[in-house]
């Protein structure tokens, strides 16, 4: 008597639990194509919908953190990414999310840890390739960053959204490959406009390739996009020398800079030469009387106080560069190439244009192309 009620009752239990994972895909894939195309609010809810339904769904939480992450919404989106890997510990895509929290924090050794796990999980995420290159490269090594690029670049032969083409754009911009870094940014920025990532990556990428005012565009639509970021002003500064309008790229540099940004020696230095180059001597050497003074550099910063020194007359150019090009490791030939292009400048303020052409060669030359002096150098010889 008890077997059809006990049979129907399982039928129907079945049924509701297939009814309940076809709505929980409906949200999930809703919320996931909402993401892909920038419909952030969107996409909020549906994930919303889906952790209501399933609390213990891995990819609901993971979904909701990325649409919060890129709303900039942090404190959110990290509390969503762990509640996913409390659930399911191998799942890339919340490992990727705070990979991507703390390399914007700045927080290069935290987000390189993120990046591993999710690279132990997956090998084939090529977002998790793309951010621990980043984090390398923010850390200054290059030398493990680019094969991460490499990697990336490879990972992705058919990318199919706008974030698939953002991550090869930047691990093409990574090895080098700006054009068809820039390529793969314009078809990211295309499927999401109003991306900010997309385009302040883009910007950098307009930087390499020498196109200052395409550069000043990204930015400026970077720092008017979704999610809220703040543009460095230093790169402001780097297009508009790029574009030979030295006196206002000495103004947005003097704006952004602070002593404790990564680049403040490199940017007081080039303040000066910018104002140099726009003819405003007296205040270049006022500027950089009165940075120094504050800055106090020790007697052991030997290449701060050489360059210095140099720019202002005090030493020749053969001991500038004496033994600069010594050493064939990244580092040095980053030195190397701020070096040779600062002295083609100062080749340029005499009038010896000749000199300063072979200058900006060298400085192309050592190979470090995603730096500032070798993206300015480029652009002189481009002239």
């Not at 077997?3 to 129907?8: F, R």
């Not at 935290?110 to 998790?128: C, D, F, H, L, R």
């Not at 670049?153 to 959204?161: E, G, I, Q």
């Amino acid at each position: 008597m008890t077997i059809l009620p006990l049979a129907l009752a399982l039928f129907m239990q079945a049924d509701k639990a297939v009814e309940l994972r076809r709505e929980l895909d409906k949200h999930l894939n809703s919320g996931h194509a909402k993401l892909d195309k920038g419909e952030l609010q969107g996409a909020l809810s549906d994930y919303g919908k889906a952790i209501a339904l399933d609390p213990n769904h891995a990819r609901g939480y993971s979904g909701r953190g990325m649409a919060f992450y890129r709303l900039g919404r942090i404190p959110e989106a990290t509390k969503d990414f762990n509640r996913a890997l409390v659930i399911e510990p191998r799942h890339t895509y919340a490992w990727v999310g705070l990979g991507d929290v703390k390399g914007d924090a700045g927080d290069f050794d935290g987000a390189i840890a993120e990046y591993s796990k999710a690279i132990e999980v997956n090998p084939t995420s090529a977002q998790a390739y793309a951010g621990r290159g980043l984090a390398w490269a923010g850390r200054g090594e290059y030398d493990r960053a680019m094969p991460d690029f490499r990697r990336a670049a490879d990972l992705l032969r058919s990318p199919a959204d706008a974030w698939n083409f953002y991550y090869r754009g930047i691990g093409r911009h990574g090895v080098y490959e700006f054009e068809k870094a820039a390529a793969d940014l314009a078809e990211a920025v295309k499927l999401d406009p109003k991306n900010s990532r997309f385009h302040l990556q883009q910007g950098k990428t307009f930087l390499a390739l020498g196109k200052g005012q395409e550069a000043v565009d990204c930015f400026r639509k970077a720092s008017s996009g979704s999610p809220k970021i703040s543009v460095p002003p230093a790169l402001h500064g780097d297009a508009l020398f790029i574009q030979g309008r030295h006196a206002e790229a000495a103004e947005a540099w003097k704006k952004g800079v602070s002593p404790k940004d990564p680049r403040a020696d490199e940017i007081r230095i080039l303040v000066f030469v910018a104002q140099s180059r726009a003819g405003q001597d007296e205040p270049a050497r006022a500027d950089v009387e009165s940075w120094l003074k504050d800055r106090k550099p020790a007697a052991d910063e030997v290449v701060l106080l050489r360059t210095v020194s140099f720019l202002q007359g005090q030493t020749l150019e053969a001991e500038f560069l004496k033994d600069v090009d010594s050493s064939p490791d990244r580092r040095s030939r980053e030195k190397a190439c701020d070096l040779h292009f600062l002295a083609g400048q100062k080749r340029l303020l005499a009038g010896d244009a000749a000199a300063a052409q072979a200058r900006f060669k060298h400085s192309v030359a050592l190979n470090t192309r995603d730096r500032f002096s070798s993206m300015a150098a480029s652009a002189e010889l481009a002239k």
